[in-house]
Every structure is written in C-alpha cells, then in structure tokens.
C-alpha cells in the first residue's frame, strides 16, 4: 500500500506542473531537535507579550522569536527551500488575543465526569484511561503525568457529530515551486462520547469506533473517486482501521495496521497525522507557553487569493501557503507544549519527537512539530483556524480550518488545503446523513454506483 500511497503522490504531481524554481535561502541551518528550544518559549505567566498592532517581519522577527513555534522559527531562519522573505505579503500583523473555546456542553461534561477518569498502565510501556464518559478526559490537567493527560486531551478534541467540507484548492508544491491542484469531499463522524443536545452519548451503530473520517478524491481526474475511510476506535488502545476505495479495481482494500507512515491519498500527510494511539508515547511536558497562532476570517480564510501562491495568477513565492496580512490576524494564545515520543520497543515509527502545541482553552493541537530519525526536524502541520457558530456559539475546533498546511521541510514539499462549504449537522449533503451507513467501510462499494 506505501506503493499506491507514492503512485498516487506522483499521478497528483504530474497533475499540474509549472516551472518556477526556487532556490533555498541562505541563513540559519536546519534544526536539530533540542528540548532547549520548546522550554525557552515564554511561560503564560510572564509579563512579557507583543502589543497589539505589531508588524513581524524578516528584519525583526528575532525580537520575537521565544513567542514562535519551531516550525514558524524555521520558516523566519532561511535555512530550507520554503523559507520567509522581505516581502511585505509575509509580514504577520498580531492582534488582541480572543477568547473563543471548545462548546460549553462539552466543557461542562469535562468538569462532571473528568474527576472519574485515571490514567492506568498499558501493555505498551505507556498509560491508557479509564473512566472517561464525555469531554475532554482532564479538563483541568495537573501533575502527576501532566504531559500525558494532554496527551489525551488533544487525541480527543471536540468533534461534531456529523460535518462535512470541500477542500477546492489542494496544492501539492515541490521544491521547484511546480504545483498540482486537486479536490477532496471530506466528511467527519464523531460516533461515541458525545455532547449533543438530545443524543445519547455513544450511538448504537458506534461498534466500538470513537469517529470515522472520510475523504474522496474528486479531482484530478486520474485520480477521482479514489477514496479513503479512517476508523479510529474508542479503546485507545487498539489500532485504528483503515480502508482505501480504488476505482481502478472497483473495490476497496483495508490498509495495514503497520501503515502508520504512508500517505494518505497521496499528500503529505502521513496516516498517523490523522488518527493515532497515545498509549504508544510517552511524553515530556515542556510547560505552559504564549505562543503566536494565526487565525483566519471566515470566508476570506478559504479563498485562494488569502494566501501566497495558491492560485496560478501568482508565482508561488518562497512560502506557499503562507497567510497574507488582512485575511486574518496572528494572536498570543496560551499553549502547552508537550513531546511525545515513540516507545521504541513497539518497533519501526515515523518520528523521534512530535511536538503537540495544545490549545489550553480550545483543547487541540494547532501546529505540530515532527522530527525524523535522525532528530532532524522533518515536518510541520499548520491548522489556520477560524471561529464557527456552533449552535449559538462561536467555537474552535479541529477541523474548523479554513487552510491546512503540511510542510515537508527536508525535501522541499508541503501540501496545502483549502476548505469551502463547511457544513454541520443536518445542513451536510444529504448522501451523508445516513451515518449508520457512511461510517462504516461496506459503504465504500456504492461509490461508484
């Protein structure tokens, strides 16, 4: 299957080639992992912070370098082929922090049933729980195992039941600066643990499975219909399940468990990115930081003219993907950094380190830092997140993401998503309210029907 992972990758690259090269800057080297780097962050309790209304740039950005996530400071640093320049459409205009959380009913469920939920040892070498009924497992997070109950916390973010969004804009962009643009349906089911008003907390056709993820290539066309189904289940413990739909055998295949690191649909992202086991971690808290975190104004967020050269009326820049200032605002917002680690007995894994950024009042990762095996930083996954109504309330949430960004920084590759057409609840298109049925891999076989 990481054959047809890379096949895919290729026929999505050959898509849409333009030759516009790009050379890499010279400045700072490449980053080596060093815990140094994440604990010299500024503390949320210092006093130190950045006025609203300040412009950084590449000629001041050093100043406020202990408020940047690692991968921000690679792009600053100029020592990969994606890399920050002077001009003006990379300067991040920081604004006043804004306060916007996860649902209240989820919150509330967090503060009612998290004083039941324990970390117990696994068979893994790592901690599992116990307990947990609905919201975030440890709403108020405290030593002992801090770094471990974030863990958690971020593996179980809230998820609405059922939502749905186009992705029209896919870039895939190579160190050259070719680009291949595709499209993706993509549908999300949160199956158990829930908090929605008049359902009950873990649905009847759920079969142990916590949410399921499904993503369909519409375009280009080689490569349509092309289908993937993630199942991850509510024992964290065990693997999650996943099924790939391919048109060109008209039926679909279940991937192995083994297949943490392959790619999914032929994207940057890697199948771990997306559905993944805290027991198999352990996990270093680095302490809770301001951080500065880009957030993006509905509408204006999705379309292609908000960034760097995602559309081709534009070159694509030294950073594609990159947020150009009037299309959102950069924020300080309070951050606990934590290192989660491969349990090495557990055999061959992807990365040495993944650092999780966790929001402390929306409870998910919004940047994320991955270090290969060489402790050399591989990858950096970017969530542009922009406040939605969710039932009367603005809320930020996993997969409320105008854009997403993977940023191969060692071979000078990323993929850029950008998300139209978000649609919740009963407004999703109606061949997805049967969610009995679209969750589970059988529906695959009526794709192409």
Not at 303 to 313: A, C, I, P
Not at 339 to 361: N, P
Request: with cysteine; proline share 8%.
């Amino acid at each position: 299957m990481k054959r047809l992972g890379t096949f895919f990758g290729s026929a999505l690259l050959l898509a849409g080639l333009i030759g516009l090269g790009q050379t890499p800057a010279r400045g700072e080297g490449p980053v080596s992992f060093d815990p140094n780097n994440y604990k010299q962050l500024v503390d949320a309790g210092s006093s130190a912070t950045i006025p609203a209304g300040t412009k950084i740039t590449l000629a001041n950005w050093q100043q406020y370098k202990q408020f940047m996530p690692i991968g921000l400071q690679a792009a600053f640093g100029g020592g990969y082929t994606f890399h920050v320049s002077s001009d003006p459409m990379y300067a991040m205009v920081v604004g006043p922090t804004t306060h916007v959380t996860a649902p209240r009913q989820w919150l509330k469920d967090g503060e009612k049933y998290g004083s039941q939920v324990k970390l117990v040892p696994a068979s893994t070498g790592g901690s599992t729980i116990e307990g947990w009924v609905a919201g975030p497992p440890f709403p108020n997070p405290s030593e002992p195992n801090i770094g471990v109950k974030l863990l958690f916390n971020t593996w179980a973010p809230w998820r609405p039941y059922l939502y749905h969004y186009m992705t029209y804009g896919i870039n895939i962009v190579d160190r050259f600066g070719n680009r291949s643009e595709g499209s993706t349906d993509a549908t999300f089911m949160n199956l158990s643990h829930l908090s929605e008003p008049n359902m009950p907390r873990d649905l009847p056709y759920a079969n142990g499975m916590f949410y399921v993820a499904r993503f369909e290539v519409l375009f280009p066309e080689q490569s349509k219909y092309l289908t993937e189904l993630q199942q991850q289940p509510t024992d964290p413990l065990k693997l999650p399940e996943t099924y790939v739909f391919l048109p060109s055998l008209r039926r679909s295949l279940r991937l192995s468990s083994a297949a943490k690191c392959s790619p999914i649909n032929g994207t940057d992202w890697l199948q771990d990115d997306n559905a993944w086991n805290p027991p198999d971690f352990t996990v270093t808290y680095f302490g809770r930081k301001k951080v500065l975190m880009n957030l993006q104004d509905l509408g204006v967020g999705s379309e292609g003219k908000s960034y760097v050269g995602t559309t081709y009326d534009q070159p694509p820049g030294a950073f594609p993907g990159w947020p150009k200032p009037g299309t959102g605002h950069w924020e300080l917002r309070d951050t606990d950094v934590i290192d989660a680690k491969w349990i090495t007995t557990l055999g061959a894994y992807c990365f040495s380190h993944r650092i999780f950024y966790v929001d402390r009042e929306a409870y998910f990762t919004m940047t994320a830092d991955e270090y290969d095996n060489e402790n050399k930083l591989w990858k950096t996954a970017w969530l542009r997140v922009t406040p939605m109504d969710v039932r009367g309330q603005p809320v930020l949430f996993i997969y409320g993401t105008p854009e997403t960004q993977l940023v191969d920084w060692e071979n000078g590759h990323m993929t850029i998503g950008l998300t139209h057409e978000f649609t919740f609840y009963g407004n999703v298109p109606a061949q997805y309210q049967d969610v009995s049925s679209v969750s589970q891999p059988s529906s695959l076989a009526r794709i192409m029907q």
